[in-house]
């Protein structure tokens, strides 16, 4: 098969006008995954939905099984893969309410299981991470972003942090320095897993909110990041619906 999957984070905890056909425990090597995967049909085509977080959403980033995660996709067929995430804009053109689709990241984390490549190996392995999207995922949803008249910002850095708490004034004045554009807390390790078993994984990022002291010395509201990505995920669901007319349920995006 060759099953497209997109998984949702804080935002998108379920997918309007998916219809869901079936879904499926994956048992992995590496432990639980975060919950069932969902299968159903979205414009036609057969894709696969899964809530990073659980589908209560009770799953801090720290704590996500990002390795059963990726593992359960690649188990079910999934080739290619739309990362949606919330993160916080840095830069001024990630201003809140914009979408992105960052070409680079750079990851703060620590403590996490960041790769299949350990314990008793044939050999070590490295993979090129380069340039650690997939090209033809990011070119498809710009492509389905203007075909849905959805402004979107092309390219940026992710910087990746541990959470679950946000950022200090100054940690975000020393991303800013090293180069990123967004802030998040999901993006690695899970880039590198899709990209060590061989899956085409880009993000959709939607800002929620300006990161520590990129709005004055306001404190960041939870509220107002809920009233964002509800207008975030609606230019989200827009775009997929797009992206998906283009494809059926036997060849890949291009």
């Given at each position: 098969m060759n099953l497209l999957a997109i998984i949702g984070g804080t935002g998108l905890g379920s997918l309007k006008n998916l219809e869901i056909t079936r879904h499926q425990v994956v048992n992995t090597p590496f432990g639980e995954p975060s919950g069932p995967l969902s299968f159903g049909t979205l414009g036609g085509c057969e894709v696969v939905f899964f809530a990073r977080h659980g589908y209560s959403h009770r799953i801090p980033p720290h704590e996500i099984n990002y390795r059963a995660n990726m593992w359960a996709l690649k188990e079910v067929g999934v080739i290619q893969i739309i990362s949606v995430a919330a993160v916080g804009g840095i830069t001024p053109r990630m201003g809140p309410a914009v979408l992105a689709v960052p070409d680079q990241i750079i990851d703060y984390t620590h403590g996490r299981a960041h790769t299949y490549f350990e314990g008793e190996l044939e050999s070590v392995t490295h993979i090129d991470f380069t340039h650690p999207y997939s090209e033809v995922v990011r070119r498809a949803l710009m492509s389905s972003a203007r075909e849905a008249g959805v402004a979107i910002e092309d390219g940026g850095t992710y910087g990746c942090?541990?959470?679950?708490?946000?950022?200090?004034?100054?940690?975000?004045?020393?991303?800013?320095?090293?180069?990123?554009?967004?802030?998040?807390?999901?993006?690695?390790?899970?880039?590198?897993?899709?990209?060590?078993?061989?899956?085409?994984?880009?993000?959709?990022?939607?800002?929620?909110?300006?990161?520590?002291?990129?709005?004055?010395?306001?404190?960041?509201?939870?509220?107002?990041?809920?009233?964002?990505?509800?207008?975030?995920?609606?230019?989200?669901?827009?775009?997929?619906?797009h992206l998906l007319a283009h494809r059926t349920d036997s060849t890949p995006i291009a």
């Open positions: 942090t541990q959470g679950p708490r946000l950022e200090t004034i100054a940690e975000i004045r020393r991303m800013e320095r090293d180069g990123c554009d967004l802030v998040g807390m999901t993006g690695m390790p899970e880039a590198a897993l899709a990209r060590e078993l061989g899956l085409e994984y880009a993000h959709l990022a939607v800002i929620a909110n300006w990161a520590a002291g990129k709005n004055g010395d306001e404190e960041i509201s939870m509220g107002e990041i809920d009233r964002t990505l509800r207008e975030g995920m609606r230019k989200v669901r827009s775009i997929l619906q």
